[in-house]
C-alpha cells in the first residue's frame, strides 16, 4: 500500500492528451515538492519532473507537472507510442521522514 | 557527463547480507545526498534511506531501520548500502539515486544491481 495513490493504468490515442493524478495528504504533497519519473522496462527511472513543474533539460514540454493541495497531476500531450512506460510520482514526507513514491501508472498508447 | 555505476548482481542465501556500491563521477560527490530505491519483481518504487558524503548523516526508512546502513567513502567517490537478514522478499533490484527531495529531486540514477535472495 504506496502512501501516494495513483491509478493503476491509463489509456490515450496518439496526439492525444492523457493525465496522471496523484494523491497524497498535507504532510506530504501538501508541504513538499514533487516529481515524477519514467521507467520503461528493465531500465532504471528517468527524472520528468522536478518541484512540481520544472523540466530537467532533454525533457519535451509535451511533458508537464502542476500541484494542487494534496493532489499533484502529469499530463502528457502529442501522445506518442515511445511514451508507453509506467509513470511514478515522488516526494517527502515530513511526518514519516521519509521519501515515498507511488504506485506507478501505466501509459498505454492504444 | 554526471554518472552512477553500480556494482553487478548478486546472489544470496537466506539470511545473508549483500553490500551494493555505486560509484559517482561527473560531479562533486559531497554535494548531494545519495537516495537508495528498490524494486521488487514487477513492482514500484520503494524508498530506502539516504547518505550524506560530506556530513556523514543517514535516514533510513523505518521499514528497513536496523538491517540496512548506508555509508560513503568520498576519497573514492563511492555510495555503499547494506542489508542484512536477506530473505526472499529482498529480490529485487536496487538503485542508487542522487539528490535532494526538495530541490532538483533523485536527478541522477544508476544502473540497477540485481539482488537475487534464494533459500
Known amino acids: 500500500q504506496s502512501v501516494l495513490t495513483q491509478p493503476p493504468s491509463v489509456s490515450a490515442a496518439p496526439g492525444q492528451t492523457v493525465t496522471i493524478s496523484c494523491s497524497g495528504s498535507s504532510s506530504n504533497i501538501a508541504t513538499n515538492f514533487v516529481s515524477w519519473y519514467q521507467q520503461f522496462p528493465g531500465t532504471a527511472p528517468k527524472p520528468l519532473i522536478y518541484?512540481?513543474?520544472k523540466r530537467p533539460s532533454g525533457i519535451p514540454d509535451r511533458f508537464s507537472g502542476s500541484r494542487s493541495g494534496t493532489s499533484a497531476t502529469l499530463a502528457i500531450s502529442g501522445l506518442q507510442t515511445g511514451d508507453e512506460a509506467t509513470y511514478y510520482c515522488g516526494t517527502w514526507d515530513s511526518n514519516l521522514n521519509a521519501g515515498v513514491f507511488g504506485g506507478g501508472t501505466k501509459l498505454t498508447v492504444l | 557527463q554526471v554518472q552512477l555505476v553500480q556494482s553487478g548482481a548478486e546472489v544470496k542465501k537466506s539470511g545473508a547480507s549483500v553490500k551494493v556500491s555505486c560509484r559517482a563521477s561527473g560531479y562533486s560527490f559531497g554535494s548531494l545526498d545519495m537516495n537508495w530505491v528498490r524494486q521488487a519483481t514487477g513492482q514500484g518504487l520503494e524508498w530506502m534511506g539516504w547518505?550524506?558524503?560530506?556530513?556523514?548523516?543517514?535516514g533510513y526508512a523505518q521499514k528497513f531501520q536496523g538491517r540496512v546502513t548506508m555509508t560513503t567513502s568520498p576519497s573514492t567517490n563511492t555510495a555503499y548500502m547494506e542489508l542484512s537478514s536477506l530473505t526472499s522478499e529482498d529480490t529485487g533490484v536496487y538503485y542508487c539515486?542522487?539528490?535532494?527531495?526538495?530541490?532538483?529531486?533523485?536527478?541522477?540514477w544508476g544502473q540497477g544491481t540485481t539482488v537475487t535472495v534464494s533459500s
Open positions: 547518505a550524506n558524503p560530506s556530513s556523514g548523516n543517514t
Open positions: 518541484e512540481d513543474k
Open positions: 539515486a542522487r539528490g535532494y527531495w526538495n530541490a532538483d529531486a533523485l536527478d541522477v
